[in-house]
Each structure stands twice: as structure tokens, then as C-alpha cells.
């Protein structure tokens, strides 16, 4: 018995060592650690005969152990199931355990704590085993029995020993994935494609050269491995090889030697490198390499030399200043001798404040508010105020500029330019009172009108008194084709004399209207060179009707244009039941729709179900007044859209808009941009050496929890915290809190985001440049991340003095271009591109005579053959040519950059003139359509005088007629021109202008009547600086007026003793004819009958128009005083007396609401008892419609009859008005033919007109004016 035992526990030794030695053999052989880990739990129970065994890890925070591996467990508990390991619990005493640990018993508290499902059942004992050393173990392999029994010595050792090779094999599998993880962070800055990085021998031998430095010679890195450093292709002029050996060998003696370059490809392109070379060495300090790090800096030194010029050349003075009242300056640029007389150190020193000495005080608070306002918002600011220079002279500015901020968003300064803009503001206000000289005459034209007339025979400007007969206000004729704007008649008068007028010839001619008569002529008006441009029509009482319909058609069609071309998208408007209303853009011919099909639709039914419901909350959050933005996919393209609401003039919402545009293309960009970004990322893998010698900076390794698992760089223990005080450190344990900010979201996004990002910081006073990459490993799953830091002091200061450099460049208001000695543009601003309707890129790298003729280009070469070095080059103009073929008036200043990089390089600045051309292109039109005016003003002179009287621009055709000269008169007093009798009575009216009165009165000077009339004129502020006097030779007009009144005088006694005188006649007449009627009417036969009534009729008719001649003769004579009348009560008064005849012809009568008057009541009652009467004899066989309405014109209101009777003749309309002329017979319509004449009467009296406006059965209006009252 006792042998046979012996030999079981023989045969058990050698199979626990067979066991162990095949999962060692296993571990040295494969790479597969959890197949290792799962053959081990199987081999364990199998020996030691129990029902489960696990190979728990337990996880650096020590609290819990995870079951990895293990035998008799189901496949879904491992790698999820946990176990307590703390100190009390089995596992952690196991993991703490110099010796295994084993447990014949648990109890109710120890088995709590085992992993499921062994908590659940009656798991007697168990025996663990620590895996890994006792400093630092990785987990546990334990075993679990669930019925008693008893672990051996030899149980344990085999446990012990397996747990050994499991430690072993966890060991090399770390090893080794730490090694790839080091060959991958070597690939990653080998790889860096913006790096050129090169591994020597000390002696300056090529060991290894990265592909970004290869890009730059025409050869392979096997051509250059080996070879001297100095001797590759990348140096090849001799006194660049010589500087090479000389840095290497001073690396190799453990020097840290940092250089710059200009180098020349080998297809003669120029670059430059600045870069480092740096001692690599070994523990005993011996220097074992040299890497050679460099980076390409030709784009930053040709900024550099480019902004250094642009400065230099800026057309203002250039500033930075502080933001206080004072406006302190830190720099102001040369400039400002030249702007201000002051020299710039006075300003910069402190000398002089720019606020306090130089602005205008009244503006320095504007200037204030806006900038403060501006800055708030972030925004770059535009102000216009003015300067007093050294010697006292006021210049206006223009200041662009914007404020400076720090990383912290805090505003650290102000800076921008300051342009003289004098010359702009002195020529805008000569064109301004030109203008005003030009519309005070116009507008004050003495009775009558003027009009000038383009070479399309439009009015372009009209003034004076024009509704005598037209019927219409100035601004109702200016911009209409003549023959649109006035009657028929006066067009065909007219339009031929326009005509002839811009042909270059001038006429007059007499027209009747309306019973008055008028004196129109018409001159040509002339531009320097003699050539008609427009026609000057002046003319007594002409009016113009203007219409809003073409202005409002214009603006429906720039909307409509507007919305057909919306670029890139479409735009539509939809109203509150979401229907579109309008739809157009470009997008539309880009996709298989048409707006047609859109119009009308609602939202539901122009999209899919999914569409419109995702529309619908936006269409209607814009019918509420909220504005959305949102990205939507339709017809297979990316779309940007946004919905805004519609308002009308009163703020209310009508409709909705919404506008979209493609992005499908920005899309596909950046999902381009990144792929680039994630190859990018692969690429960066490279080499341990390099890491450790990182340059200029440092490379750090960092887990999940932002902990530094490596740090390596030159500037450790430097400027940047020593490698171990990184290592084994979390982020915010080492770094201020600040540094903490900028670079925590880096770091996470790169090692749980997986995304690639650089951040800048500040840390020890010096500015960092630091990139966070994600490490992956063979499968693809980040275990890490990676970090770059550089110190980027210098490059920031350099980059700040660039950024200012190139703000000024964008800010200043001038165009600004570069060009090559080929002449082709290499850069050009935001301001140059867009003057020409093109994008920057457009130009760069095209020849200049795309936008200028070869004219323009010789004249800059013969400027460039002039000038030298210490002369600047002449100002000069020129005409630039736009992407749509215009052509733009330019000023232009040129300068050379510096060729200290072997090219040849011109500057240029360009201001657009096309505002400044305009100005003076309408001050001469403004002056020669005011001289025009003056010469050929009509039997009379127009005079412009100052405040002391004295004559400064005369004319007019009274001085062709009295033989005097205009310069006789132009620069003489007033006094010294008149006789002091006329002086004294004339002189208060000239003086009354300079108090802002006008005055029109009259004189006697030579035996004649003189007509005058005097106005202020005012300037563009509203400031009275000169007065004009308009006279008229009225003698004849006054004769004539004279004369007209006696004869009226004399026919209105006639009229009345005429017809008193027939009265007593006549009622003889009637007597006896009615008494031979009633004695012996029945003596006549039936014709006898028949006489007698055509005698009493005719009498009867004789004393009618007997009482129509009296009330005629006594309408001036016999009338009321004229007294407040509202004309609505008489027209109610004259519908009582109607009544009948209303009733009888069914006649329909509408009012409309009528204004008070001042007048005759009872006269204007007749009017309307005249008028409506009419109306309802002359309806034809229709029951009478009839209007009365009032519409307001100027200063009268034109009172309406308007009936839809027979009408009457155009031929016949001014017969109605005479006296005792009828149009129809008596057996048509009865009446005396009086009622019109006597109603033209009434109307005269009250200082108004009577007209018809009728046609043959279209119905009749008769309108008449009075004059509207004071106060309404």
C-alpha cells in the first residue's frame, strides 16, 4: 500500500511538472496571452481536481479584481464579472501575499465576496496564488472546491508555479507591446510631413533622412546615407557647405547650434530653413549622433518683406494707442508728420495727446461712444472727425481700426490708420451749395415753371409754379417722358423743340390754355467741350403729373431679379397657411424642378411627409417672429437653410422667407479635410532617439486619465518641468491652472475622441505650441495619447507683428496688390479683389492686363524708369477694368519691396475715385444747368449777392434788352448800382434773406413796373450763405391788367342796365299776351292757338334769360362777403330742393367728404344746384349716377361732379362755359345755356378755375379749384 501511494504521488509530481512545462514552452512560443491564460485556468482544475479556477487581473486603482480567465465559469461571466479586492477580501490578501494563500473553510462573509456563481453555492475552500512580482502584481490565479478538501504542499507549488509563468508570460506581452508602442511614437515624428529631420554619425556621416526632407533634391536616401552631411545636395553653394561642417562639428563637441538658410532647389526655386542641430548622448555623456531639425520658413520671410513695405506705403498714418479719453499713443508711424505737422515721438512720448491736442473737441466724444460700442462687439470700426495740424489748419479723417486682445479676450490696445479725407469733404460741399444755388432757383422759378429735359426727353428736374396748367406738382413730373408728363397738345409742342434743343438749337413760343397765355422756351445745356447734354425748358404756369406706378414696378422688378439670381440657393416666400407665394434662384436650374410647379403649393404638398414635418415648426416660428438656421438633405444635395419672418411698414408680420443655399460641395470638403486628418495621423510614427532629443520643445506619452507615461525633450528641466517630475503625474497636478484649461479638452479629445488638435498656452512667461495625436495599436483602438510641445515665443511675437501688419492691410480702405517683374499679381486684399467684382484668388498668379489696358501699363513702366530709391513714385490715375467689363477711376501710389530675395517685387495701392469723379462730373452739370438757367432767364435777371450786398453771379435776358453788361454788375454794391431812394425802399427785403424770409414785391426804377422776388440760399448744413433776387419787367402785364379791369368794370354796367332795362318791356308783353289769351282764346282757330303759346313760351324765355343776365352782371357786385362754408351742407341744402326730380329719375347720388372753404354760400350753392341739376337733365336713358368729391392738390382743393350721362364733344368742352351757348336744342333738353357761364363766373370770383373732363357716352366730370385755408 505504502509503495503504491508513493508512486501515485510520484506520477502526480511529473504530471504537475509536464503541466508547467508545456505552458511555459506555450508562453515562449505564442503571442496569444489570453489563450495562455484560459489553457492555464483548465489545466489547473484539471490537476487539482476542483470545480472552478479564475485568473483575475486586478486594475490599477486596486478596488476590484476583474475575471479575465477561467474553468467552469459560463464563456458570458468572463471579462465582465468583478470581485472585491480590498485588503479583508480573499483576492486582496492573495494579491498582497508574499506566499500563496489558501482557505480551508469560508464563511458566510468570505463568501459573499467570491466572484459569481460561487457566491450563490456552497464553495468550501480555495487556494490563490499572486501573479506577478510582490512590487507590482498583476492579479490572482485561484481555485475553488466546492466540496471539502484538503491543498497539499505539492498543490500550492504547482499553483505558485503556474502563477510564475503566467507572471512571466503578462511580463513579455507587456514588453512587447510597449515596444510597438515606442516604434509607433518614433513613426509619428519621423513622419511629421511640416519637419525635415536628419540622424548623423558625429563626423557628420548621413544615417537616416526623413521623406519630407527628400521632397527637396532630386535624389533617393540611399544617395545621400553615408555621404558627409555638407556635402548632400541640400547645400549647394560653397559658402552654405562650409557653415554645415562648421555647425556639425560644433554639434558633435555637444554644442546646440540653431541656424537659418536661403537655399536653391534644383528646379532654381528659393526657399529658406531655420532649424537646429543637436548633440544626441549617451549616459557617459559622449555625444554618439547629431539630428539636424529644420522647418521651411520662405512663406513667413516673404510675409515678412511684403507687410514691411506695405507699411511703409499705407496712404494715412498708421497707430496703436490706449483706450482712454485721451487716446495715448504706444506708436504712430511716420505719416503723421505728414497728416498733422507734429513729429511722431511727440505723440509717442507723451508730449502731445492725440485726444486733447490734435482732435477737435467737439468731435472727441463721438468718436468715443462709437468706438467703445464697436469694440464691445469685436467689430472694426469707421469714424469720420476732424484735426487741427501744427500750424493750426482743420483737416477731416477718416479712422479704421479695432481693438487688440489677449488670449483671455481682455482688450489690451487699439490700432488702425488715420486717412486725410479734406479734399473729399471740401469737394462734396462746393458740389452741395452748387446744387442748392441751382435748386433754389428752381424751386422758387417766379411764376411760372422750369424744367430740364434728358437726351431720352425726361425730365430730370422741375420747379416754380407749374399747376396753372398741367394739373400737377413738380415731383409728380420729374423722371416721366415729356409727352406722358403734359396735355396732348402742349407735348406736340414741345417734344420737337426738346429735340431740336439737343440738337443744339434754342426756341420760343406763345400757347394758349385754358383762356391764359404762356411763354415757353426751351435752351440746350453744355459741358465744358461744348456738347449738349441735356434741354432747359422754362415756361409761365406749365405743370407735370408724376406716378408713383414706375417706381414701384422698378422695385417689384429688382426684388423679383433679386430673388430669380439668388446665388448658389433659392429663396421663397410663404404666407400663413406655409403656401409659397414667390420661389426663385439660381439652385433652380441646377435641379430637376421649376418655380412654376412651386407657387401655390403648400408645405405638405411640395415635400415627402419626413420634410415637411422636420419644416413646419421652423415656417412657423417664422410666421411668430423667430429666425432659424438648420441643414437639410434634399434632391440629393446638402442644403443650408434659414427662415425669417416678413414685416410691413407698421412692424407687422405678413409672410415668411426662407432661404437656402448648397453646401454639398463644403460638405464633401470637409469630410476630405478629414481623411487627410486621419492619414495624417497614421504617418506619425517614427523613432525613440528623436524623441528623447526632441528639439526646441518636448514629446510626452499620456493615458485615459491625462497621466504621463513618458516625457522626453530638449526643454525638459529647462524651461519646461523635468521628465520625472512629468512622469507618473496627472495634467492638473503639474500645470497652473490656466495652462490646465488651454490643454485638457486637447488631451481628451485626442485619447476618447480620437481627433488630432493643437492648442497655444502660456507657462513660465514663454509661449508653447503644443499638438495632441491619438496613439493606436495594431486593431486600431486608441491606448493612448501623444503630445508635442514647442516653444513658440519668438514665432508669436512674430506672428503678432505680422497680424497688425496685415490688419492694417485689410482695414485700409485702398485696394493693395503685389506684382512679380513679370507683371503678374502675387497678392492682392479683400478691398482690391472685391473693387473689381473678383475673389483674391482670381487674380493672384494672372497678368496684370486682365484689369488694366496696355496704356496704363506703360505709363507705370516710365514711372518705374524715373524714379530711384530716394524719390517716391508719382501719384498717378487710371482706369482699372472689372470682371464685368466697367471701368473703374483709380488712384494709384507704387513702391518696390526689398529684392533682398533675388526677385523683383512692386507694391501698389489703389484708391476707387468713382465717387469723387461723380462729385465733380455733377457740380460742373450742377453749375452749367445753373448758368444756363441765369443767361436765359426769361424778361427778366437773376441775382446771387453775400451779406454785404454785393453782386456775385448776375444774368439774364433783361441785360441783352438794357444794353448793360453782366460784368458791369458783377462785384458792385447794391447800394452803389441803385439810387438811394430805391435803395432805402428795396435794401430791408435784400437784408431779410440772411434771417431765412423770402419776400416778393414790387418797384419802379426807370418808369417801369418791376416784379421782385428775394430768397435765402443755404448749404448743405442748412447755413444761409448767400441771397438771390429774381426780377421781372411787369409793365406791360400791369397795363394790360389795368385796362382788363375798366373794360369788365364798363361791360358789367352794361349787362346789368341792358338787361334791368328789357325787364319792364317784356312784362308788358307777358301781359297782354296773357290777357289776349284768357279775353279771346276762343277765337282763335287751332294754328292761332298754336301762335299765341309759341309767343307766351318765347316771352317766358326772354325773361329766363333775362335773370340769368342779371344774376351774370351781379355775381362780383352784389355777392356775400366770403365766410367759413362747408360745402357738404349746401350740396345736402341743393339734394332737398332735387328731391322731386331724384324720385322721378331714380337718380342715385353719392358724396363723398368735402372740405371747409372760405367763400360766397349762397354763390356756391348755385354752383352745385347748377351742376348736379345738369347731371341729372343730360343722363340719357340710364336712371343718373352721380359723385361729389373733394381731392387736395397743393394749396387748393378740386371739387368734382362727376356724372355716366351722355357726356359731351372734346370739341364742344370750352363752348359749355360761354354764355347763352347750348349744345342741344330745346325740344332735346329745356334751359337757357346760362347755368355753365354763370358757374365759371362764381368759381372766378373765388379765385379758382372751372373744367370737363368728358367723352361722347362715357359720362361727364366738371371739376373746379378754391383755395384751401390756412389752417388746413
Known amino acids: 500500500m505504502g509503495s503504491s501511494s508513493t508512486d501515485a504521488d510520484h506520477r502526480a509530481r511529473l504530471h504537475r511538472q509536464a503541466v508547467v512545462a508545456d505552458l511555459s514552452q506555450q508562453a515562449l512560443e505564442t503571442g496569444d496571452l489570453d489563450g495562455l491564460l484560459e489553457d492555464a485556468a483548465a489545466a489547473v482544475a484539471a490537476t487539482l481536481d476542483v470545480e472552478y479556477c479564475a485568473v483575475l ?47 480551508d473553510d469560508f464563511d458566510g462573509e468570505s463568501r459573499a465576496s467570491l466572484p459569481e456563481p460561487l457566491g450563490d453555492r456552497d464553495a468550501v475552500s480555495a487556494a490563490a496564488a499572486r501573479i506577478g512580482p510582490v512590487d507590482e502584481p498583476w492579479g490572482v490565479l485561484s481555485a475553488y472546491a466546492i466540496e471539502q478538501r484538503v491543498y497539499t504542499d505539492d498543490d500550492v507549488d504547482f499553483l505558485e508555479r503556474v502563477a510564475d509563468v503566467l507572471g512571466s508570460a503578462i511580463e513579455t506581452d507587456r514588453a512587447r507591446r510597449e515596444l510597438e508602442r515606442t516604434e509607433r511614437r518614433f513613426e509619428a515624428i519621423f513622419e511629421d510631413p511640416n519637419i525635415l529631420v536628419g540622424l548623423l554619425e558625429p563626423d557628420g556621416t548621413v544615417v537616416d533622412i526623413n521623406g519630407t526632407a527628400m521632397e527637396y533634391i532630386d535624389a533617393d536616401p540611399d544617395d545621400v546615407t553615408g555621404e558627409p552631411f555638407w556635402e548632400t545636395p541640400w547645400w549647394s553653394e560653397d559658402d552654405v557647405q562650409d557653415d554645415v561642417q562648421r555647425w556639425t562639428e560644433r554639434a558633435a563637441a555637444g554644442e546646440y547650434v540653431t541656424f537659418q538658410a536661403d537655399l536653391t532647389r534644383p528646379d532654381g ?130 479712422d479704421y481700426g479695432r481693438g487688440v486682445f489677449d488670449d483671455e479676450g481682455n482688450l489690451v490696445d487699439i490700432e488702425g490708420i488715420v486717412a486725410d479725407i479734406t479734399e473729399r469733404k471740401q469737394l462734396e460741399s462746393e458740389l452741395a451749395e452748387s446744387e442748392q444755388r441751382y435748386r433754389t432757383l428752381v424751386e422758387q422759378f417766379p411764376n411760372g415753371a422750369v424744367a430740364l429735359v434728358d437726351e431720352d426727353l425726361c425730365y430730370r428736374t422741375v420747379g416754380g409754379t407749374p399747376l396753372d396748367v398741367a394739373d400737377a406738382t413738380a415731383a409728380e413730373i420729374e423722371g416721366q417722358p415729356v409727352r406722358e408728363a403734359v396735355p396732348s397738345s402742349l407735348a406736340d409742342e414741345l ?105 401655390g403649393t403648400t408645405l405638405q404638398e411640395r415635400y415627402p411627409p419626413e420634410v415637411a414635418e422636420r419644416l413646419k415648426p421652423r415656417f412657423e416660428a417664422a410666421l411668430e417672429g423667430e429666425t432659424a438656421s438648420f441643414e437639410i438633405a434634399l434632391h440629393d444635395r446638402d442644403w443650408i437653410a434659414h427662415t425669417v419672418p416678413v414685416t410691413d411698414e407698421e412692424g407687422e408680420i405678413f409672410a415668411g422667407m426662407v432661404m437656402v443655399q448648397d453646401i454639398t460641395e463644403r460638405k464633401e470638403h470637409e469630410r476630405e479635410l478629414r481623411e487627410r486628418e486621419r492619414r495624417l495621423e497614421e504617418s506619425e510614427r517614427r523613432y525613440r532617439t528623436l524623441t528623447q532629443r526632441f528639439p526646441n520643445g518636448a514629446v510626452g506619452v499620456y493615458d485615459r486619465d491625462l497621466e504621463y507615461t513618458l516625457a522626453e525633450g530638449s526643454e525638459l528641466g529647462e524651461t519646461l518641468p523635468p521628465g520625472e517630475r512629468l512622469e507618473g503625474n496627472r495634467l492638473p497636478e503639474i500645470f497652473p491652472e490656466q495652462t490646465v484649461a488651454d490643454l485638457e479638452s486637447l488631451f481628451r479629445a485626442a485619447v476618447e475622441d480620437g481627433e488630432t488638435g493643437s492648442a497655444e498656452t502660456t507657462f513660465d512667461g514663454r509661449h508653447w505650441r503644443v499638438w495632441a495625436t491619438p496613439l493606436r495599436d495594431a486593431g486600431g483602438e486608441i491606448f493612448a495619447g501623444l503630445s508635442f510641445t514647442q516653444d513658440v515665443t519668438e514665432q508669436v511675437e512674430r506672428e503678432n507683428r505680422l497680424e497688425r501688419y496685415e490688419t492694417i492691410v485689410e482695414v485700409v480702405n485702398d485696394g493693395v496688390y503685389v506684382v512679380d517683374e513679370q507683371g503678374q499679381f502675387t497678392m492682392v486684399n479683400e478691398t482690391y479683389a472685391e473693387m473689381l467684382g473678383y475673389e483674391p484668388a482670381d487674380l493672384v498668379g494672372e497678368h496684370v492686363s486682365r484689369v488694366v489696358d496696355d496704356d496704363v501699363i506703360d505709363r507705370v513702366r516710365e514711372l518705374e524708369a524715373t524714379a530711384t530709391e530716394d524719390t517716391d513714385w508719382s501719384t498717378m490715375e487710371a482706369q482699372l477694368r472689372t470682371a464685368d467689363g466697367d471701368l473703374v477711376p483709380v488712384e494709384a501710389n507704387f513702391a518696390m519691396l526689398p529684392d533682398d530675395d533675388s526677385a523683383w517685387h512692386r507694391v501698389g495701392i489703389t484708391r476707387d475715385i468713382s465717387e469723387r469723379k461723380a462729385r465733380e462730373r ?32 448776375v444774368g439774364g435776358e433783361a441785360f441783352d434788352d438794357r444794353g448793360v453788361s453782366e460784368e458791369e454788375v458783377t462785384g458792385v454794391i ?67 391788367e389795368r385796362k382788363l379791369e375798366e373794360s369788365n368794370e364798363r361791360l358789367e354796367r352794361f349787362a346789368y342796365a341792358a338787361s334791368h332795362d328789357l325787364q319792364e318791356p317784356l312784362r308788358m308783353v307777358t301781359s297782354y299776351l296773357t290777357l289776349l289769351e284768357n279775353r279771346y282764346g276762343d277765337a282763335f282757330d287751332e294754328d292761332g292757338r298754336e301762335f299765341l303759346a309759341f309767343a307766351v313760351d318765347g316771352a317766358e324765355r326772354m325773361r329766363e334769360m333775362i335773370d340769368g343776365l342779371l344774376k351774370y352782371s351781379r355775381v362780383e357786385t352784389e355777392g356775400d362777403p366770403f365766410e367759413p362754408t362747408d360745402p357738404e351742407d349746401l350740396v345736402d341744402d341743393v339734394l332737398a330742393d332735387l328731391q322731386f326730380r331724384i324720385e322721378e329719375t331714380d337718380a342715385e347720388i353719392t358724396v363723398g367728404e368735402l372740405p ?76 337757357t345755356g346760362i347755368g355753365l357761364a354763370l358757374s365759371e363766373r362764381i368759381v372766378e370770383r373765388h379765385g379758382g378755375e372751372i373744367w370737363v373732363d368728358a367723352e361722347p357716352g362715357e359720362g361727364s366730370t366738371f371739376s373746379f379749384t378754391m383755395p384751401a385755408s390756412r389752417t388746413q
Not at 464563456?75 to 494563500?101: E, F, K, M, N, Y
Not at 505719416?335 to 492725440?354: I, Q
Not at 370750352?1214 to 336744342?1225: G, W
Open 57 to 103: 487581473e486586478r486594475p490599477g486603482d486596486g478596488t476590484d479584481a476583474v475575471l479575465k480567465q477561467g474553468a467552469g465559469w459560463p464563456p458570458d461571466r468572463l471579462g465582465s464579472t468583478t470581485v472585491a479586492a480590498d485588503r479583508d477580501s480573499q483576492i486582496g490578501t492573495a494579491i498582497r501575499a508574499v506566499d500563496p494563500v489558501v482557505i
Open 269 to 398: 526655386q528659393q526657399y529658406a530653413l531655420e532649424g537646429v542641430f543637436r548633440p544626441v548622448t549617451d549616459e557617459a555623456g559622449e555625444v554618439t549622433s547629431v539630428i539636424v531639425s529644420d522647418r521651411d520658413v520662405t512663406e513667413r520671410k516673404e510675409r515678412e518683406r511684403q507687410l514691411s513695405t506695405l507699411m511703409d506705403n499705407v496712404p494715412g498714418m498708421v497707430y496703436r494707442c490706449e483706450n482712454e479719453h485721451g487716446w495715448p499713443m504706444a506708436f504712430v508711424s511716420d505719416a503723421c508728420g505728414e497728416l498733422t505737422g507734429y513729429e511722431p515721438a511727440a505723440l509717442e512720448s507723451g508730449e502731445l495727446s492725440w485726444g486733447e491736442d490734435v482732435m477737435v473737441q467737439a468731435d472727441r466724444e463721438t468718436l468715443w461712444e462709437t468706438v467703445q460700442r464697436v469694440i464691445d462687439e469685436k467689430r472694426t470700426f469707421s469714424e469720420t472727425y476732424r484735426i487741427e495740424t501744427a500750424d493750426g489748419e482743420r483737416r477731416w479723417v477718416r
Open 495 to 599: 417734344v420737337p423743340r426738346y429735340e431740336a434743343a439737343l440738337e443744339g438749337n434754342a426756341s420760343a413760343f406763345e400757347m394758349r390754355s385754358n383762356g391764359r397765355v404762356y411763354d415757353i422756351q426751351v435752351a440746350p445745356v453744355r459741358d465744358d467741350d461744348g456738347d449738349v447734354f441735356a434741354a432747359l425748358g422754362m415756361s409761365q404756369d406749365v405743370t407735370e403729373r408724376y406716378e408713383y406706378e414706375r417706381q414701384l414696378e422698378e422695385s417689384e422688378q429688382r426684388y423679383r431679379t433679386l430673388i430669380d439670381h439668388f446665388p448658389n440657393g433659392a429663396v421663397g416666400l410663404f404666407d400663413e397657411n406655409l403656401r409659397y407665394q414667390i420661389v426663385g434662384g439660381s439652385a433652380f436650374d441646377e435641379i430637376d424642378d421649376s418655380t412654376g410647379e412651386i407657387v
Open 922 to 953: 455733377e457740380l460742373e452739370e450742377s453749375e452749367r444747368r445753373y448758368r444756363t438757367l441765369v443767361e436765359n432767364f426769361p424778361k427778366g435777371a437773376v441775382g446771387l449777392y453775400d451779406e454785404d450786398l454785393e453782386y456775385i453771379v
Open 974 to 1040: 447794391l447800394d452803389e448800382r441803385h439810387p438811394d431812394d430805391l435803395v432805402a425802399e428795396i435794401e430791408p427785403h435784400f437784408r431779410a434773406v440772411f434771417d431765412g424770409e423770402s419776400n416778393t414785391f414790387e418797384y419802379q426804377a426807370r418808369g417801369r413796373d418791376i416784379w421782385a422776388h428775394t430768397v435765402p440760399v443755404r448749404n448743405e448744413d442748412d447755413e444761409i450763405f448767400a441771397g438771390m433776387v429774381m426780377v421781372q419787367d411787369v409793365t406791360e402785364r400791369r397795363e394790360y
Open 1156 to 1231: 371747409r372753404v372760405g367763400g360766397d354760400a349762397s354763390q356756391l350753392r348755385q354752383v352745385f344746384q347748377n351742376l348736379l341739376s345738369n347731371a341729372i337733365t343730360y343722363r340719357g336713358d340710364d336712371p343718373p349716377r352721380v359723385h361729389v368729391d373733394a381731392e387736395r392738390r397743393g394749396q387748393e382743393w378740386v371739387i368734382s361732379v362727376a356724372d355716366e350721362g351722355i357726356g359731351i364733344d372734346p370739341d364742344d368742352q370750352e363752348r359749355v362755359f360761354t354764355i347763352f351757348n347750348r349744345l342741344h336744342s330745346r325740344e332735346e333738353y329745356d334751359g
